[in-house]
């Protein structure tokens, strides 16, 4: 869990205390007597000023600097010793761990309100050295492997470029290798790049997260297990979490449907749901790879067509699959949509959303979620700015199931980085499977981490309406910068940078095609701002139905007497409204934004306009020259031809036995042959889409 402080980066406990020697604002005696109050939230660590110095006191001073919370803050050889006497006063018993993942990092080494403060600008906590371990082995292995298959692409992609090149390089590709068509990677190669970027629903990764009172265990199974999951849980576990990376589609229809068969829902929240679908969904954004998001469309652009490759593929989908009812109620469920449940149909869904490709809040049918998917991407504006050159933003529906036997189910597809930083580059270097391992970088994964060492213990109510609350007011408010320090620009700063950019833009020297790239340029940052305002809208009104739910869920529990779990901790409401705050400034943000573009865009067509009105007067003097000299050669020109003409006397030459027709046959095939070529050429790019429209569609059925 993130603290202020310093970064772990060395390998010894004494250089740490080191660093730390900093003068401390009170004895050890004093700091130990005042204790640290544990909130629910592992969201923000700042400093409570309580002027009684009682946990429940609600008094706040403004943040401090860096050197008031590190001198707050105890050593991490003490932090060490605290965790070790808790551990071993722990009374309830461990079961053992299946392929379990605990954190890294410990929710008892700071102070956490997620209702005050977000940043944290360095971490002293330090890592355990086996999990860490653990993480790195596992993210080599993805990286080796995504290494393999961008070989087996890049074959693929220069292949399927080269398919329909130009009778000029197929000509000297008889001669030169270097212009030969490379050869198409090999049927099994292929199975496995679509599986790599598109793995089979019944292989895709699930985590399932389970937390009791002073416990806490992540467990990675696959889809093809996961109803085995859901039937119960332990007995010490509060609430489990099972999150699943599906999209809207057949597979995520039918998952949602057998998980709430099997179970009775929970407290419905009327407000922040839909009137007839009481579960909460908001949309994310978050950041992915330019690259990496452009080899997944071309993976499934191109290799959909291979008709080689749909039986075997079709086979494995759900080769796997040990659930008693998914793979029936898919194929119910698609015959009942009249759609096919082939291979592609299902991983379709995995598709991230571009942020102008719609709205998908409110989606109900499977047959919604489809989009058409085209090869090329556009460059987003965001991109102009150093620090997003790279990278794509796009959106992901992120949807929640809860049941009142205290299991909760999350479908979406988000494999992008939630939490801005210093090091995104890196974050997004990683692969998509292994992302929700990284705490800095994901928020499911943070959220895991958040509570891995205490569990359910500082938790306001142990039920899964209450973390339900906590998970989707931490993700709702993603992309931000705030967990560590601002050190990265934050999107509203990115796209202020890139607004200034284009202002500047304006007042240029005028070039040839300069305008229409900057009204271009201009149109998709709008473009860009609209749909970001648009998502902030809807979560601020999600936020306010759950707020007005929240309220009804409270009068309930006051009027059952039922008393919160932890007092101390951070309620339900004061989430939300945590949230709300968050979301509704940035709404305001990219809505300012938005019309300073749209009066931008305005002020650059007013200028062209005077602009062209300057040009069109010295225009129009230039005409009056050039109708001058037209009509000097009007007059002229047949003068001057009938001369040249009645001057020849070809007969006359010495040794020139030839007549005015032979004259005629040379310059005159040579004249009709120069405008021919000067025609085609002036006419070659209608000739050339003249000829793209008359290709045959490809479809490739020998592939050696």
């Not at 298959?149 to 470029?161: A, F, H, I, P, S």
């Not at 809207?248 to 709430?260: A, C, N």
């Not at 002020?603 to 300057?614: G, H, K, T, V, Y």
């Amino acid at each position: 869990m993130d603290s202020p402080g310093i970064s772990p980066g060395s390998d010894s406990n004494d250089t740490w205390e080191q660093s730390l020697q900093i003068t401390k604002t009170g004895s050890e005696s004093s700091r130990s007597d005042r204790g640290r109050r544990h909130s629910s939230s592992a969201s923000s660590s700042t400093i409570s000023a309580n002027r009684d110095n009682s946990p429940g006191s609600n008094g706040r001073r403004t943040r401090p600097s860096v050197t008031s919370i590190a001198s707050a803050l105890p050593t991490v050889r003490e932090m060490h010793d605290r965790r070790t006497s808790s551990q071993s006063s722990l009374t309830v018993p461990r079961l053992p761990h299946h392929s379990s993942v605990t954190s890294s990092l410990t929710s008892e080494e700071t102070v956490v309100s997620s209702k005050k403060v977000l940043t944290n600008f360095q971490k002293v906590a330090a890592r355990d050295p086996e999990i860490e371990a653990r993480r790195l082995r596992k993210l080599s292995r993805c990286n080796s492997e995504h290494l393999v298959q961008k070989g087996v692409y890049n074959r693929l992609m220069d292949w399927y470029d080269t398919s329909y090149s130009c009778l000029q390089n197929r000509f000297l590709g008889l001669f030169f290798r270097s212009r030969r068509r490379p050869d198409l990677p090999s049927k099994e190669e292929l199975i496995g790049l679509a599986r790599h970027y598109y793995p089979a629903r019944a292989d895709l990764k699930v985590q399932v997260c389970d937390f009791g009172v002073g416990r806490a265990e992540r467990n990675e199974i696959t889809l093809g297990q996961i109803e085995e999951y859901w039937q119960a849980k332990p007995d010490w576990v509060d609430v489990r979490w099972i999150h699943a990376p599906l999209g809207l589609g057949l597979t995520h229809s039918s998952v949602e449907d057998i998980f709430l068969h099997d179970g009775q829902p929970g407290r419905e929240f009327e407000n922040g749901g839909a009137s007839d679908w009481p579960y909460l969904e908001t949309e994310v954004l978050n950041i992915r790879s330019h690259k990496n998001f452009q080899e997944m469309r071309d993976v499934y652009l191109i290799l959909s067509r291979f008709e080689e490759l749909e039986e075997e593929l079709d086979q494995c989908s759900f080769k796997n699959d040990e659930n008693s009812s998914l793979q029936s109620d898919i194929s119910w469920r698609a015959n009942h949509l009249a759609m096919e449940a082939n291979y592609w149909n299902l991983v379709s869904s995995d598709m991230p959303w571009q942020l102008t490709e719609g709205l998908v809040m409110g989606m109900r049918g499977p047959t919604e979620g489809l989009q058409p998917i085209s090869r090329q991407i556009g460059q987003q504006t965001l991109c102009n700015h150093p620090f997003y050159r790279d990278c794509h933003m796009v959106r992901n529906i992120f949807r929640c199931f809860h049941r009142s036997d205290g299991i909760l189910l999350t479908l979406s597809p988000m494999a992008g980085v939630n939490f801005l930083d210093q090091k995104l580059a890196q974050h997004l270097s990683e692969p998509a499977n292994a992302i929700f391992d990284n705490e800095n970088a994901s928020a499911p994964g943070y959220v895991f981490s958040a509570f891995a060492d205490q569990g359910t213990g500082t938790w306001h109510r142990r039920t899964v309406e209450w973390f339900l609350t906590y998970l989707i007011t931490e993700i709702g408010v993603t992309p931000h910068a705030h967990r560590q320090g601002f050190n990265a620009p934050d999107l509203n700063l990115a796209y202020q940078a890139v607004i200034n950019d284009l202002k500047r833009r304006r007042y240029a020297p005028w070039r040839k095609d300069e305008t229409v790239k900057l009204v271009r340029d201009y149109l998709a940052c709008v473009d860009e701002l609209t749909t970001v305002k648009s998502i902030c809208q809807q979560q601020v009104n999600l936020f306010k139905g759950m707020q007005q739910d929240i309220r009804k869920f409270e009068q309930e529990d006051n009027r059952a007497r039922r008393t919160p779990d932890y007092p101390q901790g951070e309620s339900m409401h004061e989430r939300v409204k945590w949230a709300l705050t968050m979301v509704k400034t940035r709404h305001d943000t990219f809505e300012r934004l938005l019309m300073e573009a749209k009066q931008s865009m305005e002020a650059l067509f007013q200028l062209r306009s005077i602009e062209q009105n300057e040009l069109a007067i010295v225009s129009d003097s230039q005409n009056k020259a050039v109708l001058i000299f037209t009509g000097v050669t009007i007059v002229f020109l047949p003068l001057s031809f009938f001369t040249s003409y009645y001057g020849m006397n070809l007969s006359t030459i010495v040794d020139t036995p030839r007549t005015e027709g032979y004259f005629w046959r040379v310059c005159g095939s040579s004249a009709l042959f120069i405008v021919l070529v000067v025609t085609m050429g002036a006419s070659r790019h209608w000739l050339k889409q003249l000829w793209k429209s008359r290709r045959p569609v490809k479809h490739h059925h020998n592939m050696v």
